[in-house]
């Protein structure tokens, strides 16, 4: 976290300088010095981190880097603070408290001084730490991760439970197929089992018998060629019916295999495994590189050889494959995470009665992952069987677990230490949130962003840049998915327990920045004036004292999310949080959202969809770095005290607000000149002021809009033109379904949901010929209708379709979907009898994947069920 807190301050004080130009003044150069200095310093953590686990004095100096990069970052946004404070004061304020103002910042200027001269030290004194690794440091540390993995795999391998599906999938993979070489690999989180599966595979009998020359290398972190290469050969040579003798340019050598050049290797392995059917098992593999660096050496005998590769890295498998998908290595059931934990405390056996119900709820604590579930049972096998001492582990598992650091903190820390530093922080704030908890990804990535994690890029937005981010943990199988969006993208997500532990541990090593609460952890005795983030997640667990309390010590504070607390206001005071750029929060019995939040100039964040407001104060044209603004809705957004106020040129999202001639002048003006994403509602009080379609043929003038959400809005302009060209998405919710006419001329529209139209079971969805040319996805929810019908060659595109509580729907274009050579999927959710049985029968004639929910087996229709939706 040392280059985490380096790398925020190199992006947060150039902004910093530009933004608060008029309360840094004093401090101009002391602030500019900080930061050539924070350069220099960059260097030296970039270079030292291969050196930080074994060698004391490097970790010391990284310490000592952290700790003075969290305090130039406290002292410099508490002289912002105080700055600000003064400014906001009357006349009469400041010449009150001119002396003590003029004290104070003197102080803080003395502190920088401070600051810079510590940093200069560090970097002055980087000489005395020999930043360099050395060939015999390197090797020290390749042996030290060999011995871990040898550790893992005896771990592992202990009792093999689980795996027929994906051992039959991985045999009937490598032994059928193409007989051109091709590449098979294992993918899944640290100590799920994927060296386990891996010789379960490599020696099967039908492996054996299949390949005439078999090897195994072990690849660690820090991988040498060289090495893998020698590893390779002698491996094969105790499997291969043919001896191994070396030769260079055709000449017979007596010289060992380590006195041959990697290029002299790769020729010789190559020549020897020419004419054989082989197979290679390359385990744990960390980098691209790596299969770049060998994939010469393999030799294509179109013979049905194969590689087999295991990694944590989905990339590794995306690189080295060539048609063949990766297998991704499930989670243990609930039934084998028992019989797992049977078989190692128990050695064969009889578990006592007793302690079968204790035993399963203990398993099922490991949340499926073997190396648990083993370390678990090695713990309980030395124990006595009372169901006394195994309630107190069922009790509180995890921290059994984690005590155990050998068997399990240190296979899991590799991942994180595999990290680019980027990645670091993004993985650690996952120990903020609660044991299981189902993360939503969207506020996550905001966290994220107003945590001052995401790097600035040219051509993408922050929201971009962050799912990559995302994406990268979930492909180095750290993170989870819990649930996907229709089109794809990652909707919810869960880190595993341990994982998260690691988190924990690893944040309060490196002095992360953020307090999240549980029922049990929070108390507002709790103070730390360094924390920058508060995060409360559960019911009442925020109350209204705890603002004097926040007030008094978080003064800093640019996170603040105060959850599912129901609040009934919000004090003044809560303006004087100078930083706060994300505020969640929740407030009943107040028709207004209080004037003060506008009075928070760095807020770029206001999410209040669970505020009851009607309406918005006047002075919201303040927020000029409001970049999120989500509204229960739909709220109308007041005219501006100031006809010359600025337009809200940061705002991207706007979600949900009234639709009026008011909003329709405010888009036609450019008010809202880069939003990304809008959900606007038609309401009754409105019908005798404006038409819908004269208010929404002003979205035109949104020439970044890409989503879009409409309710109520039962007519539509009548041109294609006056909607944006940027639309990918749109969702209308109680529309008229003759509206649709005018959307199918979208040229980049690829998502549309349809929920809740008019009551009307006699309507019809009609999609006319040629209509929705790139459209992907088509959600039809709660529709009243009883027919679809398809023109000729409409949607072509669609890759996933979505049928949910249409009760009434009986009749589809059965002729038209199955010339859909583009859909891949169909999901029925709560629907009827005939039309689940429609679609079987159409998925005889077109492959697709078809859920059902519920299943057939139970399926009904319920009307009683509410009806959910999603922005």
Same mark, same amino acid.
Request: hydrophobic letters at 40%.
């Given at each position: ?682 309401? /009754? #009080?409105?019908? @005798?002021?404006?038409? =819908? ?5 002003? +979205?035109? *003038? $949104?020439?970044?809009? %890409? ?57 019809? /969805? #009609?999609?006319? @010929?040629?209509?929705? =040319? ?5 959600? +039809?929810? *709660? $529709?009243?209708?009883? %027919? ?65 929910? =519920? ?17």
């Amino acid at each position: 976290m040392a280059d985490s807190a380096v790398t925020f301050l190199l992006q947060y004080l150039p902004q910093l300088l530009i933004r608060e130009a008029n309360y840094l003044a004093g401090v101009k150069g002391l602030v500019e010095s900080v930061l050539r200095q924070l350069k220099l310093i960059n260097a030296f953590l970039m270079d030292s981190e291969g050196k930080r686990n074994e060698h004391e004095i490097v970790k010391e100096i990284v310490r000592q880097i952290r700790d003075v990069a969290h305090k130039a970052e406290d002292v410099i946004d508490l002289y912002v603070d105080k700055a600000a404070k003064q400014k906001r004061r009357s006349k009469m304020g400041k010449a009150v408290h001119f002396i003590n103002h003029k004290a104070e910042l003197h102080d803080i200027r003395n502190q920088i001084e401070g600051i810079n001269q510590e940093i200069e030290k560090i970097y002055k004194d980087r000489e005395t730490f020999n930043i360099i690794r050395s060939e015999e440091e390197a090797s020290m540390e390749a042996r030290a991760a060999k011995e871990l993995h040898n550790r893992r795999r005896y771990v592992e391998e202990d009792d093999v439970v689980g795996f027929v599906h994906g051992s039959s999938m991985l045999v009937k993979q490598l032994t059928e197929g193409k007989q051109e070489l091709d590449v098979s690999s294992i993918i899944g989180m640290g100590g799920l089992g994927k060296t386990t599966l891996a010789k379960k595979v490599y020696n099967n009998v039908s492996i054996k018998s299949h390949f005439n020359c078999r090897a195994w290398v072990y690849v660690s972190q820090d991988f040498k060629c060289k090495e893998m290469l020698i590893e390779i050969f002698r491996s094969a040579m105790q499997t291969s019916e043919s001896k191994f003798h070396p030769t260079l340019l055709g000449e017979q050598s007596d010289r060992k295999l380590e006195e041959y050049s990697e290029k002299e290797l790769k020729d010789n392995l190559e020549s020897y495994l020419r004419g054989k059917k082989y197979l290679i098992v390359m385990d744990d593999v960390w980098n691209e590189e790596v299969w770049d660096e060998v994939k010469t050496a393999f030799p294509d005998n179109v013979n049905g050889s194969r590689i087999l590769i295991t990694s944590r890295e989905k990339e590794v498998a995306s690189c080295a494959r060539r048609g063949t998908l990766p297998y991704h290595l499930p989670f243990l059931n609930g039934e084998e995470s028992w019989e797992l934990l049977r078989k190692k405390v128990f050695r064969g056996e009889e578990c006592p009665p007793e302690l079968v119900n204790l035993g399963k709820q203990i398993a099922e604590s490991c949340d499926g992952l073997p190396l648990s579930i083993v370390v678990m049972g090695g713990l309980l096998a030395n124990k006595d069987r009372r169901t006394q001492t195994w309630e107190k582990y069922n009790r509180d598992p995890n921290r059994y677990l984690t005590d155990d650091k050998k068997k399990c903190k240190d296979i899991l820390a590799l991942s994180y230490t595999h990290l680019p530093r980027y990645l670091k922080p993004c993985f650690l704030y996952f120990g903020v949130y609660p044991e299981d908890y189902e993360i939503p990804v969207r506020q996550l990535i905001q966290l994220w962003i107003a945590e001052g994690f995401i790097e600035v890029t040219r051509n993408s937005t922050l929201e971009d840049v962050a799912e990559d981010y995302l994406e990268n943990l979930i492909d180095r199988s750290l993170i989870q998915v819990a649930s996907r969006r229709t089109d794809g993208g990652v909707k919810t997500c869960r880190i595993h327990d341990l994982l998260r532990d690691l988190c924990i541990s690893e944040s309060k090593e490196d002095k992360l920045s953020i307090l999240g609460s549980t029922p049990l952890s929070f108390s507002s005795n709790s103070s730390d004036p360094s924390i920058r983030s508060l995060l409360f997640f559960h019911q009442d667990s925020f109350k209204k004292e705890h603002w004097k309390w926040v007030r008094k010590n978080f003064k800093l504070i640019r996170v603040l999310n105060i959850g599912r607390a129901v609040l009934y206001s919000i004090p003044n005071n809560v303006e004087k949080f100078f930083h706060l750029k994300y505020l969640r929060l929740e407030i009943e019995a107040s028709d207004v959202i209080p004037d003060c939040i506008c009075n928070l100039p760095s807020l770029e964040t206001l999410d209040a969809r669970r505020c009851t407001q009607k309406f918005l104060p006047t002075e919201i044209w303040k927020l000029q770095r409001l970049r999120i603004l989500y509204l229960l809705g739909p709220v109308t957004i007041p005219a501006p005290v100031d006809t010359d106020v600025e337009a809200l040129r940061c705002l991207q999202v706007l979600s949900t607000i009234v639709v009026d001639a008011q909003t329709a002048s405010f888009i036609i003006q450019g008010k809202f000149p880069n939003l990304r994403k809008l959900g606007i509602c038609y309401t /009754l #009080r409105n019908a @005798a002021k404006v038409r =819908p379609q004269e208010a929404l043929a002003s +979205l035109h *003038h $949104l020439r970044h809009l %890409e989503n879009l959400k409409i309710l109520l809005c039962r007519e539509l302009p009548a041109s294609p033109d006056s909607f944006p060209l940027t639309i990918t998405k749109i969702t209308l919710v109680d529309a008229d379904l003759n509206v649709l006419i005018v959307l199918g001329n979208l040229p980049k529209l690829r998502i549309l949901k349809l929920e809740d139209t008019c009551e009307n079971n006699n309507q019809s /969805l #009609r999609l006319i @010929a040629g209509s929705f =040319p790139k459209l992907e996805v088509l959600k +039809l929810d *709660h $529709l009243s209708i009883k %027919e679809w019908k398809l023109g000729r060659g409409a949607m072509p595109s669609l890759r996933h379709l979505v049928i949910k509580k249409c009760r009434w729907l009986t009749i589809l274009p059965q002729q038209e979907l199955c010339g859909m050579t583009s859909l891949r999927d169909v999901e029925v959710l709560w629907t009827t009898f005939k039309l689940t049985g429609m679609l079987q029968e159409l998925q005889k004639n077109i492959e697709f994947k078809l859920q059902i929910y =519920p299943p057939t087996n139970d399926h009904y229709y319920r009307e009683d069920l509410p009806n959910w939706h999603s922005w």
